[in-house]
């Protein structure tokens, strides 16, 4: 079945440091992916998304580039805040069949002034 | 402004008692779901409803159940059969199936 892998956190780094978290999927077909944050007792809010290979999703500075040869979909910003801190989850939907969103486990990133 | 709520905040459940979290979106999307969020893991799915009067099982329906007579509405309720409901609640919704998903500030679910 489907499955998504993210690095394991927490990540912590000090603030306008550069960010990588990485996002490895499994999927039978070609999924869209997806980024989602959420902010402590917060629910989830979608960061960004890209439905297709080579697809660059961005916003609020977070870029993430679907790479079908790799099958990775890895979250980088160039300069972290302190209000970036949060819980960072990869998630992917296939288009076809049973399918809903699968997500990974969360990567939490705490910055630091 | 649009969006989704959902209600309570915080809920307190007794051995043995059924209780009921409240989700309301005004987005007019066909399609919501229900998640649950354990510390350190992702979510899960529990069910899902792509139009009104319709519903489907996730992966851990076990326990819970769910109605969707009204587009707007998708209350789900935690029966007595749910051993560990302790957790985070999540409520989505998506213009239409496999659609991107939009949630709620979900509900915290404790145990008394």
């Known amino acids: 079945g489907d499955s998504v892998t993210q690095m394991e956190g927490p990540v912590t780094l000090s603030e306008e440091a550069f960010l990588t978290i990485n996002c490895t999927y499994t999927?039978?077909?070609?999924?869209?992916l997806f980024w989602y944050v959420q902010y402590p007792g917060e629910g989830l809010q979608l960061l960004l998304k890209?439905?297709?290979?080579?697809d660059k999703g961005s916003n609020k500075g977070f870029e993430a580039t679907y790479r079908k040869e790799t099958t990775s979909f890895h979250l980088e910003k160039g300069s972290v805040q302190v209000s970036d801190s949060a819980v960072y989850f990869c998630a992917l939907s296939e288009a076809s069949g049973y399918s809903t969103l699968t997500f990974g486990k969360g990567t939490m990133l705490l910055v630091s002034p | 402004d649009g969006g989704i709520t959902q209600s309570p905040k915080y809920l307190f459940r007794k051995e043995g008692q059924n209780v009921t979290l409240s989700c309301e979106q005004n987005l007019n999307h066909d399609a919501m779901y229900w998640y649950r969020q354990d510390p350190g893991q992702g979510l899960r799915l529990i069910y899902y409803?792509?139009?009104?009067?319709?519903?489907q099982k996730g992966d851990i329906a076990e326990g819970y159940s769910v109605s969707r007579e009204k587009k707007e509405s998708f209350p789900l309720t935690v029966t007595s059969a749910q051993k560990n409901p302790t957790a985070f609640y999540l409520c989505?919704?998506?213009?239409?199936?496999?659609?991107?998903?939009?949630f709620g500030p979900g509900t915290r679910l404790l145990v008394l």
């Open positions: 890209a439905t297709k290979a080579d």
């Open positions: 999927a039978t077909g070609y999924p869209s």
């Open positions: 409803s792509q139009i009104v009067n319709d519903f």
């Open positions: 989505a919704s998506s213009r239409g199936y496999q659609e991107t998903q939009y």
